[in-house]
């Protein structure tokens, strides 16, 4: 598998697992999404704000677009309009990788408040996966500390198993 074929194959995973992870937040209470929780943010609804908030930055430097403005410890989280920002940015980042692929390889220079980085762009693309797995982490552990029984599977070799078994 050449890297672009593995671009895309990590892009529809993105949209798979924020799917899997969606469809069952949907399914929960507001109550149990905003229920405070100590870890790195304190509910499922404000990790789920900074899944959000980050991968639509990351998407907007490997896309070229506008780096958005948002408020990084907002008081308020509108978790049910973040599921779906969640959700319409991982499709646009696929459909950018995708119709683009060859681009990915081409390095793209962030010089942010935060840090400076030079790195081709399916790097920032492999961050941007890597962090948003590791914050789904924390929403399962949040669930079972709130009593949110059942998680789905969001595991990539899972997906990846099953998404190259039914081609």
């Not at 008081?75 to 980042?93: H, P, Q």
């Not at 762009?121 to 709130?146: D, P, S």
Request: aromatic letters at 14%.
């Amino acid at each position: 598998m050449n890297i672009k074929a593995s671009l895309v194959n990590y892009v529809d995973y993105n949209i798979w697992v924020t799917t899997q992870l969606v469809d069952w937040l949907w399914e929960q209470s507001d109550e149990m999404l905003y229920e405070e929780c100590r870890s790195s943010f304190t509910s499922i609804a404000r990790t789920l704000k900074h899944i959000s908030d980050t991968q639509l930055y990351w998407s907007s430097m490997i896309r070229e677009s506008p780096t958005p403005n948002f408020d990084y410890n907002p008081m308020e989280v509108d978790v049910r309009s973040e599921m779906d920002k969640l959700l319409n940015e991982a499709k646009l980042l696929a459909d950018y990788v995708k119709d683009n692929g060859d681009d990915m390889c081409k390095r793209y220079l962030i010089d942010s408040e935060w840090f400076s980085s030079n790195f081709p762009k399916y790097e920032y693309l492999f961050h941007l996966i890597l962090h948003t797995t590791y914050h789904r982490g924390q929403i399962v552990t949040i669930a079972h500390n709130v009593g949110i029984p059942n998680p789905p599977m969001l595991d990539y070799n899972f997906w990846n198993v099953l998404h190259r078994q039914t081609k």
